[in-house]
């Protein structure tokens, strides 16, 4: 096992990992893997010649727009667009009654039309759809269609959602949903534990707010449909709009376009406007384009699940962790759409990275008229952190202990059980994150400090804050029927390779990796590998781009395949070295034979070629099947878990309230750091996107409507918000396996590699809002800790009263 | 209603008569980082504008009595101007740290102050100072004090016929030893609106606080002047106690409401803690001042 530590942010740029060559096993990498590098796609990306949705551009194109409803719940009468149709400039405009197949968009279940037949249920609710020559037309024909509609009831809280008599989202009432954990006797753990603490967090709703907003473009030709567009899953995409349609899947294709990040937000989303510009496409039989604007996109789309959860956690006097009692209510909005599998992890997440022997989980998902939820990197692991964090420094403060120290106590070790009843295989990394992160913030002298700063009183004060996860990388158990994944990989007769994979690079980094996959199996230089967008009509469905499982996902299938083709290309390295198979090395662009004897990659494909060999290879890789019974929530859910420490160190004005981070340290278990410097970015940005949520990000939320759906009121963090980020990588280096200890086996990705896309963001929020609370001696658990909350604490305490400035007290 | 034309100003007197005669509909865009917005999002409506980013308006001149700064003087010059940095440093903190440079190198103090919103960071400032803004009408020029300029959130005395060509600060005398400090509350590091922000000038004639404007935004239907916390300073001296009082005192002085941005509560807590900061930052640089004088005065008998 090996370390790395890396520091950056606004004051310690430039600084590179420091490395520690990984000790040379098996599997361990010879080539590109785990070197520095540049990412395949920055260039394009930097000099603007990356074409996203909106720049591209098709003969007789139509500008899409929409009518929703103007109210959160509503019986709809009648639906009006003879004034709409008049427009001039007007082409097309739909309603439910124009959907030839099913007028259906829900993802998961059958619950939401894409268009509003009698019920509107949220103010994103579509009524009517128009496509015109040009934007602004478009949109006034919009506003002139008349709604006949009836105001109901609405509900726009959980807890209130489940009271007899709210009124109903969905006949058949506002639950939708549970999910449990059943393990031990919690309720007799807490009746006779020393210490029970208890505490209800909120996780709010979180805005995306990636770069680039939703858009798509309709290609109509002979009775079949091509989506053009910025997605995360477009095998997603493909049966929505099949369905909408009608059409068979071999007719409609989708293609994924230059995508300016998702974040979770382009999983299930897209297919709506997708949906929207097939159905115009398909009336008009003209090419549409949907793309949002800022306001739009932040008031249509899904939101990370706003949660509240109650949390009861028992504990000996000497720290040891008895029994924890969960309920978590998860509002779903109006739709069901990923809630159910958001809800899956959150109830699996939600006891932590302990051993707790003892547990009783109960997840709620509901619905409400308000924003709709959906996936948003971490996937309800975030919000459940939230709270098993919170409790374990409460539960460190009540007794007087150290927050890493109680942490270590109750770690889950190898061949311990977690809250769902699995024995780990190793390795477990959790206790390595521990260490690591104590070390990179010296935390022992850290918090002297701290102690030292807030006694001296003044304007400020300091606190430090843990966060932990372990994450369960790749699908949950319930979702394993989507696990299977593809790759299609080329060589060319003069030795470039071109490589298709069925899941996407949305900003993460996945070309990359799947570049250097490919060009570590086949001994090439990654600029010989050109990664293709990603398209339906390429490589089988292979799920969706979520869950942090590209690389290890799409990495292994690219890995099979390429493993195929270096199969296929040895019979004329064979031939050009004179030597038997096993004895050639293909590495750095060359096969090397005995004796120093190499000839050029590019040789061996021109000769293959000659030879006609077949120089294509399809890729597929699909997990271990997993057991797992939901009804007691036990089993094994996940193929393999990937730990993590995130220690934050906060300061908070007395005068104004503002916490800010001035500090934060991350120790993660990445398995394989395939690509150092993406690892590296996705844990920056995953930690600073967690601050923002922790610190500043409001949806300001009235009847279901969002009234700040601006960048000028939703405030994301600025590089100014953040701080140096440390961070130190732990590389165990294998793939895992059953060490035949009764264990089921850790399935990792190509060289040992685990998603590091979520686990970046899931304790960061937590990490801050403990240290915001540390600062202050009380435990906040309501997100965001906007200073108006934190002052609120202040004012109560009467903190301020003390000289802001030093001297003037004198 | 979109915008059909736009003509451009090439001069102070074109622009000033392009105003004159501007027929309905008609709007100024000086760096139009207000107006882009306010038009995209229906608030404002505009079928012509008048561009005056070429209309040569974007001087700053200093002389021994004053500043003059041409009404589109953007705001990433008055940041780097050395005499306002020397000479009023609110005004160049809040220049500084208004919003984030892309802003900055667009931005005019002329749309800032047009644009009339309670939370403009450049207003506090030029009330601290008593900023006199000069507007044209024609040929004609007439001076408004900054402290009668505004009449609501959005709104101010500028008719349809008028513009804004300069605004003028007068120097401190060296004698009268101001000081004064800037403070603004946002919820991040950068590119934030204002939810609470403050300027404070202070002079003090043998210890005791001669005068002193205490300005405040963000708070209030326009950015105010805490009066009563004002009055109550005035010939004290700049005592823990005296400055608390103030600090309580500008609570009264102005009438926060609830946004999405924020609370009324908070904002009155957050105006009492910067009137209390500012005044005590000032107090420490008068103290420490004091302190580096007598030393040198030692070191020199
Ligand atoms: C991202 C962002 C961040 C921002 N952050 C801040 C901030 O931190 N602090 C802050 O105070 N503001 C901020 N703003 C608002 C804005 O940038 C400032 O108010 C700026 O000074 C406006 O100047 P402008 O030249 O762009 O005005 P414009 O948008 O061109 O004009 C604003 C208004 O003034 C009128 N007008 C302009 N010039 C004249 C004139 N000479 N005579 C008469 N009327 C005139 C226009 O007709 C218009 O109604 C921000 C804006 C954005 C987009």
Known sequence: MTARKRSSGARARGRRPRRVVPARSALAPTGVVGRPGLRVDALAKVDGSARYIDDLRFPDLLYAAVRTSDLPHAEVLRIDVTDAQQVPGVVAVATFRDVPGQNQVGCVRPDQPLLVETRARWVGDRIALIAATDPATAKAAARVVKVDAVPLPGVFDVEQALATGAPAVHTGGNLIEEFCIERGDAELALRQADVVVEHRYLAPWQEHAYLEPQGVIAVPERGSMTIYGSMQCPFYVQSAVARLLGLPLSRVRVVQTVTGGAFGGKEDYPSEPACCAALLAHKSGRPVKFVYNREQDIQWSTKRHRMVIQHRLAARRDGTLLGAEIEILVDAGAYCGLTGIVAERANTSSVGPYLVPNVRVRTRTIYTNNPFGGAFRGFGAPQVTLAHEGQLDALAERLGRDPLDLRRQNALRPYAVAAWGEKLAPPVEYLETLAAAERLSGWSALRRQVEAHNRAGGRTRLGLGVGCCMYGSCLHAGGQHLEGSGALLQVHRDGSVSAAIG???????????????????????????????TDTALVPDSGPTVASR???????????????????LLPAATGLLRCRANQVELSGGWARGPGRKKVAFADVAAAAFQAKAHLAASGWYAPPRKQFDRATGLGQPYSAYAYATQIALCEVDLATGVARVKKFFC??????????DGVCGQ?????????????????VVRDGRILNANFTDYLIPTIEDAPEVAIALIESGDEGGDKGRGTASQAKGPFGAKGIGEPSLIPAPAAVANAVSHALGARLTELPLLPDVIMAEIARRNLDNVPFVESAAT | MFVQSVVRARSEVEAAWLVYEGKPATRLIAGGTDLMLQLRRGQRQALALIDLRRSGMDHILENEHAICIGATATVAALAQHPGIRAH?????????????????????????????????????????????????????????????????????VLTQQDLLVEVVVSKPLPSEGERSRFLKLGFRGAQVIAVVNAAVSLRLRRGLVAETHIALGAVAPTAVRAISAERLLRGEKLTPEAIAAAAEAAVDDISPIDDVR???????????????????????????????GSQRSRSRA
């Open chain 1, 683 to 699: 844990i920056e940005g995953g930690a600073v996107q967690g601050m923002g949520y922790a610190l500043t990000e409001r949806l």
């Open chain 2, 262 to 292: 924020s609370t009324a509560g908070y904002r009155r807590r957050v105006v009492r803690n910067f009137v209390r900061l500012a005044l005590e930052e000032i107090a420490a640089q008068v103290a420490a001042e004091t302190a580096h």
């Open chain 2, 88 to 156: 009023f440093p609110a005004l160049h903190t809040a220049a500084a740290t208004l919003a984030s440079q892309q802003i900055r190198n667009l931005a005019t103090i002329g749309g800032n102050i047009c644009n009339a919103s309670p939370a403009a960071d450049l207003v506090t400032p030029l009330l601290a100072y008593d900023a006199v803004l000069r507007v044209r009408r024609g040929d004609d020029v007439r001076e408004v004090p900054v402290d009668r300029f505004f009449t609501g959130p959005g709104q101010h």
């Open chain 1, 503 to 533: 899941l996407t690079e949305m900003g993460q980094g996945a070309a990359t990796v799947v570049a250097r996959v490919a060009a570590e199996v086949l001994g090439v230089a990654v600029d010989q590998v050109e990664v293709l967008p």
């Open chain 1, 550 to 568: 590209t690389t290890p996902m799409a990495g292994h299938a690219v890995a099979n395949a390429a493993r195929q083709l270096r199969a296929q």
């Open chain 1, 667 to 676: 120790a993660h278990d990445v398995g394989r750091a395939i690509f150092p």
